[in-house]
């Protein structure tokens, strides 16, 4: 079996698929926001439970194969060169978010959004990867807790990250320890029941599904970039408009 996984040490044309899946569905979300944020048109992006539900899904889908791509990297090769590459690299993304928000947004800037947890998540997942069933115990626990408990102690900023708080905090996006770290402990629970040497074999023979594995290989950079080039295009057609 460890032989096998070895031989199968590049990537997963399933699993990248199922990120360009996720990936859509966020660009689909960004695009409506930023209809709002033009006052194009005006969904409750907020309150509205169908917009509540749609984000939770895709931040849910992410993080699920975040579990599973962890796991899956430190069952096939235990390389930690490129597991400390990618924090760095998520590091400096996520820098890259908090700073370019706080110029788009102000005070309402993104301190810790999905990439933020994504990075913070990496780290604390890490004892995790040897549990099986345990993992999708606690991760239905903390799923539960998020979505039902709240106290005022979490309210404390420094607290923030860790969810439970009382009020959604003032920022564009925020993705708190709890209860999403529990869909990255249901990933890694998922990982050891995934059939590895079928998904291997994943035929990428149909044109939606090689844009599919496109967008998944290229799901940071296009997250970086996809917001900034919405925007530019709603402000070059506004000014078209309003200069005609």
Sequence with gaps: MALKLRQMAGRFAFLDAARGFAVWL????????????FKLAHFNLTQDIFWLSFRAMIVSLFLIIVGISLSFA?????????????????????????IGSYWLFGQRFIYFGILHFILIASVLALPFLKFNYLNLGLGLILIALGFTVQ??????????????MTFK????????????????????????HL?????????????????????????????LIHQP?????????LWIITNL
């Design 229 to 237: 080039i919405l925007i530019g295009i709603f402000y070059a057609m």
């Design 74 to 98: 430190f069952q096939i090769k235990k390389d930690w060169s490129t597991y400390y590459r990618r924090l760095m690299i998520l590091g400096f993304a996520a820098a890259l978010v908090s």
């Design 195 to 223: 059939p590895i040497s079928k998904l291997s074999t994943w035929k990428n023979d149909h044109w939606l599904k090689k844009i599919l594995i496109f967008l998944g290989r290229y799901s940071l950079i296009i997250y």
């Design 169 to 192: 905090p003032p920022t564009e996006d925020f993705v708190p320890l709890v209860p999403w770290f529990g869909f990255v402990l249901i990933g890694i629970f998922v990982a050891k």
């Design 26 to 37: 966020m660009i689909i979300y960004h695009f409506c926001y930023d209809l709002v944020f």
């Design 151 to 164: 106290h005022s102690f979490f309210n404390q900023p420094h607290l923030h990250w860790l969810g439970m």
